[in-house]
């Protein structure tokens, strides 16, 4: 799925709005300061990792633990860069990612029930 199908799908009447202190975690400060491309990449990206990962602790270490796929960086610290892009890109990767995963297992399983 493209990122702007997964926009629509998780966050068009989302039941869970980032709060304004999770916003401000994320920005390292007040969000009224932050620009409302991050604004909108912050409720983008908690919005897929909320739907991939069950665990909230999950959802926040993603955030915070230096990545080698960004060069061992932090994803928080791009997105208070407003350099979220790539972050995006990872998360709808990570999203696809288990939808095919799942799809595989459940073909499997399928496969399995009916020998």
Do not use: K
């Not at 390292?28 to 990206?45: C, H, L, N, Q």
Request: aromatic share 6%; with cysteine.
């Amino acid at each position: 799925m493209r990122r702007e199908e997964l926009e629509t799908w998780l966050c068009d009447g989302a039941e869970r709005e980032p709060t304004p202190t999770e916003m401000a975690i994320l920005l390292g400060t007040e969000s009224d300061f932050a620009a409302p491309s991050v604004r909108r990449s912050i409720r983008f990206v908690l919005a897929v990792l909320r739907d991939i990962y069950a665990d909230e602790a999950a959802v926040w270490r993603w955030l915070y633990r230096p990545r080698s796929d960004l060069a061992d960086g932090r994803a928080v610290d791009l997105i208070r860069a407003d350099r979220s892009a790539h972050i995006e890109s990872l998360v709808v990767s990570e999203w696809n990612a288990g939808v095919l995963n799942r799809n595989l297992a459940s073909r499997d399983q399928e496969t399995v029930l009916s020998r």
